[in-house]
């Protein structure tokens, strides 16, 4: 009877421990192989690598010209958006 006392005391533990194992073990029977996924993903494995040594690359010794200062980033931008045209207004004027 002591057995069979522990054995419900820790039945959920018992459930949780087989139902990881089997996990664990259906994982490494029907999972791919770790080269059937490097021969499939290889062509975005290098491009992604190309992608990000060009980035490093042009962005080291490539450097970007600075503006003059900082305060005038993007005040040509809002001045061309604010300005109104000078067509507008005219010719559809109603009398």
């Not at 996990?23 to 080269?35: D, E, K, T, Y």
Request: aromatic share 22%; net charge negative; charged share 15%.
């Amino acid at each position: 009877m002591e057995i069979s006392e522990e054995l419900v005391k820790y039945k959920f533990y018992i459930i949780f421990a087989a139902i990881v194992s089997f996990l664990l073990f259906s994982g490494f029977v029907i999972a791919p192989r770790f080269m059937t996924i490097l021969a499939y993903f290889w062509p975005l494995f290098i491009s992604t690598f190309l992608f990000f040594f060009f980035i490093i690359f042009f962005g080291r010794f490539c450097p970007l010209e600075k503006e003059a200062s900082s305060e005038n980033t993007g005040e040509g931008l809002l001045d061309y958006v604010a300005e109104q045209p000078e067509h507008v207004g005219e010719g559809h004027q109603n009398s």
